[in-house]
């Protein structure tokens, strides 16, 4: 809630205006044009397509654990990458590339004794224009749609040294989609190329980030579920081994980078030697259901 509020505070506040000179107008003159993503539909694709991603495999294994923190490090990483973007846009106050016409929509440019725009057009238009940089749209994708990559190689075990193609291409995906939306900023002559290039590299760090709080890495065999999952299980497993249940001893660890390891003293109860933290994990969860 407090990043909501201190979000829509930057949304509402000027940004900085920044000293703009007329030999600065040859890179600040072109077309104003119409998004070709509208702002409206930033949200749809990089909170809610990932909630319904969540949601899928939430029916799929009717893990409560993930559902709750694939959501909430998605709102962590998309909320606090608004907040870092705004902040520096209104710190920063660069102009757009279309700020000549915003400036000037009569194309009469007018400067004060000091050499600095006197603009005379629309207001909104004029706030709107001292913030090239960095770029929402970009870093609002990378932040939502990066999650959501991280989310799926974890979930379909994109990295478990097979060489599925398919799989990659599939975490791919929104990493690309992302990367078009960013473009499509330098097209519409709203943000300068580097504009976009520092919005998509915040909301990546900001998104992996936010996932690692909540997630193992997608390359470690346990990257397929939260941390909370296998705390759980380990949780499980001690108070079955306290019962009586367990017939072996069992030295259990729970790593904050490795999730859940369980080393045997002792032969397990396949009668192999290997039988490791995966096999364990599974005889526990078949258990459960």
């Not at 397509?49 to 899928?56: G, K, Y």
């Amino acid at each position: 809630m407090l990043l909501v509020i201190i979000e829509v505070g930057l949304f509402v506040i000027h940004p900085f205006y920044r000293f703009v000179g007329k030999d600065m107008m040859g890179d600040l003159r072109y077309p104003m044009k119409d998004n070709t993503v509208p702002l409206w539909a930033v949200p749809i694709y990089s909170v809610l397509l990932p909630i319904c991603v969540s949601i899928f495999f939430y029916y799929r294994r009717k893990d409560v654990y993930d559902l709750h923190h694939s959501v909430l490090g998605l709102l962590f990483a998309v909320l606090i990458t608004a907040v870092i973007t705004d902040a520096i846009k209104d710190a920063v106050g660069r102009p757009r590339p279309d700020f000549f016409w915003r400036c000037f929509p009569d194309g009469k440019d007018v400067y004060d004794k000091w050499g600095n725009v006197v603009c005379h057009g629309n207001k909104a238009d004029i706030k709107e224009g001292h913030k090239s940089f960095p770029s929402g749209h970009a870093s609002w994708s990378f932040a939502g749609l990066g999650y959501l990559s991280l989310y799926l190689a974890g979930k379909i075990h994109t990295f478990d040294r097979q060489g599925h193609i398919a799989k990659l291409c599939i975490t791919v995906i929104p990493l690309l989609a992302a990367s078009l939306v960013a473009v499509s900023r330098v097209d519409d002559y709203w943000h300068h190329w580097n504009d976009v290039f520092a919005g998509g590299f915040l909301g990546l760090v900001v998104s992996a980030f936010c996932y690692r709080q909540f997630f193992p890495n997608p390359y470690d065999d346990d990257g397929w579920g939260p941390y909370a999952y296998f705390d759980a299980l380990l949780e499980e497993l001690s108070d079955n081994n306290g019962d009586g249940a367990a017939q072996t001893t069992n030295q259990l660890t729970a790593h904050p980078t490795m999730g859940v390891h369980i080393v045997n003293q002792t032969q397990g109860s396949k009668g192999d030697s290997d039988y490791g933290p995966s096999s364990r994990l599974d005889d526990i969860e078949l258990g459960r259901r």
